[in-house]
């Protein structure tokens, strides 16, 4: 080989090294952002203890999730938006459905599906709910009521939801029952 027939194969090459590496570049910082899951963490992070909520007189919005649910992924954005909003007059509590410390809390407000919105008053008495993914607009015109003590526009609203099944008790057997067999008609 000539010189002069190797100098166009090592631009080849340096190009197609220049390429990789760019795309090996851009791959590991894409997978270094935010996902769904991630944000959602830090949101429960960041959220108010529902011990807080319930006696610091506020209005809250409590908000069961779990980290694999894509609808709760889906408004992890727009609920960074509402509360960024509404957080000086709102408690926002995060509950993870895979935690079995709100066991309680799942069975009493008959969670069955995320996620899953609970309205508190001031008192921590339940005054609405909503199920599935909300539209920010819904979302901001509901915390907007709650925020002013007046009736949610679009209170026990439904929307998209995950799939999700307590885990109440080993064996399977559902507390709720109180060890009564249902019997199929």
């Known amino acids: 080989m000539t010189e002069t027939s190797t100098a166009p194969q090592r ?6 090294a220049a390429v990789a590496i760019l795309l090996t570049a851009t791959l590991f910082f ?5 996902n769904g899951s991630s944000n959602l963490d830090q949101q429960a992070a ?13 209005p809250t919005l409590v908000e069961f999730y779990a980290n694999w649910c894509s609808s709760c ?3 992890a954005a727009d609920l960074a938006t509402v509360k960024a909003d509404y957080g000086d007059r709102l408690n926002f509590v995060m509950l993870n459905v895979d935690n ?5 809390e799942i069975l009493q407000y008959d969670v069955d599906g995320i996620p899953h919105f609970i309205y508190l008053d ?8 909503a199920v599935g993914e909300q539209p920010l607009s ?9 925020a002013a003590a007046q009736p949610l526009p679009y209170a026990n609203a439904s929307g998209r939801t995950s799939a999700f099944t307590p885990k109440t008790a080993p064996g399977g057997s559902d507390p709720r029952s109180h060890g009564a067999q249902v019997q199929a008609s």
């Open 73 to 75: 992924q889906a408004m």
């Open 100 to 104: 079995p410390k709100w066991l309680p």
């Open 138 to 146: 819904i979302l901001e015109a509901d915390l907007g009521a709650l």
């Open 122 to 129: 001031g008192e921590g008495g339940a005054i609405a709910q």
């Open 46 to 58: 960041a959220a108010t203890p529902l011990e807080v909520a319930l006696s610091n007189g506020k």
């Open 11 to 16: 631009l080849r090459n340096i190009v197609i």
């Open 30 to 34: 894409s997978l270094q952002t935010e």
